[in-house]
C-alpha cells in the first residue's frame, strides 16, 4: 500500500473539511490513476450482454425486495 503522509483539516466543529497532501505524493498517486483508468478503458462491458438468463423483471424484483 502506498504510503501518503498528510494533514487532515478540519472546521470549527472538528469536521474533516480537507485533506492536504505533498505534492510528490499527489504525482504518484495520478500516475497510479493512469495506469489504473488506461486498463480500464479496454474492459468492453458488451462482451458479457445476454450471458445470464433472467427468470423474471429486474425492477419487479427490486421493488419486491424493497417490500419485503
Not at 499527489?26 to 478503458?41: A, F, H, P
Amino acid at each position: 500500500m502506498l504510503r501518503v503522509n498528510k494533514k487532515i483539516v478540519t472546521d470549527e466543529a472538528m469536521r474533516p473539511v480537507a485533506v492536504l497532501i505533498d505534492y510528490q505524493d499527489w504525482q504518484r498517486i495520478e500516475q497510479i490513476l493512469n495506469v489504473y483508468q488506461s486498463q480500464q478503458e479496454n474492459f468492453d462491458l458488451n462482451k458479457y450482454a445476454g450471458v445470464i438468463q433472467l427468470t423474471q423483471d429486474p425492477l419487479e424484483y427490486q421493488q419486491q425486495s424493497r417490500d419485503e
